[in-house]
């Protein structure tokens, strides 16, 4: 069996700990920066980061159209920024996002830089509560028909509206939080065995999360 290749966006913002995440789980991967780098992987990653920045390189390496073309016919996880460009509708971007995700994504709904938090988020996906990382957040403000919400914020008392920050249509999935940031590969591991279909390679399909367990979030990023 060859083992998974999966690529993951490189142009800008913290694709390096996507990187070290799917490689804890076996997989070969890829960074994409150039239209070719698309040929022989099996799923695709957009890291968080700045949308505007990456929206703007996206178009200096022309890779709108084939990013776009894999994005609708194949798997794709974006994450934070990424889930901007998967979105539909977003304000203030120098070109439009790649419409893969029929929902609106309000940039930095949650607030500034100083405004990011972490919160409990509920996923039936990763069967249940996950710790969620928010630095400059999207909110999502609207889902489509189709779209499916896959993970939301833990409501309780003293806590938030169990608003979604997860989404999903097909093989297409859009988080508000950066799964990548905790050590915890559950999010990781869900999309590449249940939304790719990859198999993962050895023991890597049952462990629960990179050891060492959490990482601190390095400040300012991404
Ligand atoms: N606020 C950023 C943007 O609008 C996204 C932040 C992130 O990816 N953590 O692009």
Known sequence: MSVPRVGVLALQGDF???LASLEALGVDVQRIVRPEDLADVDALVLPGGESTTMTRLLDA???REPLTRFAREQPVLGTCAGLILLGRESERLPGP???VLDATVERNGYGRQVDSFTAEVTSP????????????APRIRRVGPGVEVIAHLTPGPGKAAAEPVG?????AVGLCFHPELTGDLRFHRWFLGQVAGLELPGSAAGENGVRGAAEPVPEGTP
């Open 125 to 136: 996906v990763v069967g249940g509560w996950f710790p969620g990382v928010f630095i400059r």
């Open 167 to 171: 989404v999903r249509r097909g093989q």
């Open 61 to 63: 390496h022309r890779l």
């Open 16 to 18: 390096a700990r996507h």
């Open 97 to 99: 996002p790649l419409g």
